[in-house]
């Protein structure tokens, strides 16, 4: 009999490590709370070895005709004229691609590359699991209930297999003192290839030509605040609004936009630490298990991570213990030095004071490269 494992989320990570278990021999089910398939959403990375892995899965060429294609990113003042502006993308010896693309379209390429192996159920999300050392058994929302081999939460930064099995997100969630609102607006700025930039102290909005579906977003610095609901978009909008009423320059319509947005993306930027990924036979990937927030190669990793979980698995299928425990120990390399990367990611994209913006655009003009 087959080795069965329960994914719940099919984002970045869950659908790679579908296409990953299903290739080794895995009946593979993934259980994901969206209805259905989005196909825009923020832009993120695929670099490094995930670029590796996202080949060997035969989707390299479909990612690249869904890639932002951005090559720059102008920093500008509050009436839109460049500051300082700075070519993105690859490495300047040309030897590592990277692909930015809308995470939506990313996470759904990789599905599509796992579809005809593993089942999708749309629309559901697991709301009990127990592991009795043999096996799992979960209870579902809308699904009979069943039981599995193994079952991985990759359902993100609010993971509910987490707060099943672990623990509330209070324990293992970190608020780093930001907050990032995006949506998608009518027309960009800028060129066709350019992010532009505009900087008030302790705040950034952007816009983004996303591949013909421009976005912006809003990135600002504001302690945690205490009844924060991560669902509550009324409070979204609130909290954008206070932060940048009177502060947008010549950017003003880009707030009025946010009163009006049918569909904002809001969040707390937030990290996940957690002592350990597992518990049983039961395994965190991705943002649920080690959040970077918006600053770091979170899509990257959690594409890598899904590779490293699936392999290991593969190689001891009846040993949780140590499938686990390899994966966990090979993954932490790849992960720690991206973890410091974050407060100096925060310090260029929001500098906190107007000498901290001009320190910023002096570093741009000197450097040939992000
Ligand atoms: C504004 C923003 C900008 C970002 N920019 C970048 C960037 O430039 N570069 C980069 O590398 N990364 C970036 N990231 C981070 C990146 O998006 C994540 O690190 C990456 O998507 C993590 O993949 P994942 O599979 O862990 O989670 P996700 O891709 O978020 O997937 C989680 C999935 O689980 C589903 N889900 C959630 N809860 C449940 C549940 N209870 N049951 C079932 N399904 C559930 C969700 O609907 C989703 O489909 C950014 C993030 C944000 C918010």
Redesign the pocket.
């Known amino acids: 009999m087959k080795t069965s494992v329960l994914i719940?989320?099919?984002?970045?990570?869950?659908s790679t490590l579908a296409y990953w278990l299903a290739d080794n021999g895995f009946q593979v089910t993934v259980?994901?709370?969206?209805g259905a398939q989005r196909s825009s959403g923020?832009?993120?990375?695929v670099r490094g070895p995930a670029v590796d892995v996202v080949n060997r899965m035969g989707v390299l060429p479909e990612l690249r005709k869904a890639a932002t294609s951005v090559d720059r990113i102008s920093f500008v003042d509050a009436k839109g004229a460049v500051r300082a502006s700075v070519r993105t993308g690859g490495t300047s010896d040309g030897a590592g691609e990277e692909v930015?693309l809308p995470?939506a379209e990313l996470?759904a390429i990789l599905l599509d590359a796992a579809r005809d192996r593993a089942e999708i159920r749309w629309g559901d999300?697991?709301t009990g699991l127990t592991d009795d050392g043999q096996r799992v058994a979960a209870t579902f929302a809308e699904s009979a209930p069943a039981t599995y081999d193994y079952v991985i939460g990759?359902?993100?930064?609010?993971?509910?297999v987490r707060r099943l099995v672990f623990g509330e997100e209070r324990e293992f969630v970190r608020h780093k003192g930001f907050y990032?609102a995006?949506l998608p607006i009518e027309r960009a700025l800028g060129r066709e290839r350019e992010v532009i930039m505009y900087n008030t102290p302790g705040r950034s909005v952007s816009v983004h030509p996303a591949g013909g579906k421009p976005l912006a977003?809003f990135i600002f610095r504001g302690p945690e605040t205490p009844d924060y609901d991560y669902r509550d978009t009324a409070q979204h909008k609130r909290l954008v609004l206070a932060a940048y009423t009177g502060r947008m320059g010549a950017f003003g319509d880009l707030l009025d936009q946010v009163g009006a947005a049918p569909d904002l993306?809001f969040?707390a930027v937030c990290q996940v630490r957690m002592a350990s990924w597992s518990r049983g036979r039961v395994a965190l990937?991705?943002?649920?298990g080690s959040?970077?927030s918006?600053f770091?190669?979170?899509?990257?990793?959690?594409i890598t991570g899904a590779h490293t979980l699936a392999e290991e698995l593969t190689r001891t299928p009846a040993d949780p213990h140590t499938a686990f425990t390899r994966y966990e120990h090979r993954h932490r390399r790849l992960l720690a030095p991206k973890q410091r990367g974050f407060r100096l990611a925060g310090a260029l994209m929001v500098p906190a004071s107007r000498p901290g913006i001009l320190a910023r655009d002096t570093v741009v003009r000197l450097l040939p490269r992000i």
Do not use: F, K
């Open positions: 719940s989320g099919a984002g970045v990570g869950g259980v994901e709370r969206a923020n832009p993120v990375d930015e995470r996470a999300t697991i990759a359902d993100g930064l609010h993971s509910g990032v995006t977003a993306y969040d990937l991705g943002d649920a959040s970077l918006l770091g190669d979170g899509s990257t990793l959690a």
